[in-house]
């Protein structure tokens, strides 16, 4: 008895060129998911962790402002330091989430960025709106504000509220002080008149 085999049972072992090509779409497919995962659950919640403690923003603006003020950690010098863009910032976030820094063990990097890796693509919180914060938008933003206001400082509306009211008094002391001063010109021109008149009247009547 002869036996038949198909001839699509006579398939080569190795992998073909194309089945690699399939899988690295598959993966790339699965990156391209992940992200649009992260655009999904951020929309629905844009309460934004601070980056070094429990407090809860609802902006990222708020929360870098937070940082500054908070913890002596201004973002936006150090980006600029470190050159961060859209991606390393990404990596950065991820970094800083997964470890846990401190804000003075962050400024203490000056160089070499740890986080420059793919291994920091991936998002550490799915829910993160950090990650898909624009932050080469804010950058800019913040290069304008600092640019146009170099020669003003911003301080809170009730110190400022302070400094008028102790501006508009000292005006006021001012001005009364000013009208002290007129008030004794005008009595100093009366007396010396008067002391004119005296001694013109003292010689007027003297004998000789």
């Known amino acids: 008895m002869t036996t038949i085999m198909n001839s699509s049972a006579l ?5 073909s060129p194309e089945s690699t090509d399939t899988m690295e779409g598959v993966e790339e497919s699965e990156s391209d998911e992940e992200w649009e995962n992260i655009d999904e659950a951020v929309s629905f919640s844009y309460q934004t962790l601070c980056l070094f403690c429990t407090e809860v923003f609802n902006s990222a603006e708020l929360m870098f402002a937070h940082c500054e003020t908070g913890h002596i950690f201004d973002a936006f010098n150090f980006f600029k330091k470190m050159n961060v863009n859209a991606i390393s910032y990404i990596q950065f976030i991820n970094f800083i989430r997964k470890h846990k820094l401190s804000p003075s063990a ?86 010396i008149d008067w002391l004119v008149s005296w001694v013109g009247c003292r010689f007027v009547l003297s004998p000789e």
């Not at 398939?11 to 992998?15: A, D, F, I, K, L």
Request: glycine residues 4%; proline residues 4%; negative net charge.
């Open 11 to 15: 398939v080569n072992e190795e992998e």
């Open 106 to 191: 962050v400024m203490h990097i000056s160089t070499a960025c740890p986080w420059s890796t793919d291994f920091y693509m991936k998002p550490f919180d799915l829910n993160d709106p950090l990650l898909v914060f624009d932050i080469e938008g804010y950058m800019e933003e913040k290069e304008n504000e600092r640019t146009d206001g170099k020669d003003s400082v911003t301080i809170p509306n009730s110190e400022f509220q302070t400094l008028m009211q102790e501006l508009t008094s000292q005006t006021e002391r001012l001005k009364n002080a000013y009208d002290r001063i007129d008030r004794m010109k005008i009595l100093w021109v009366g007396v």
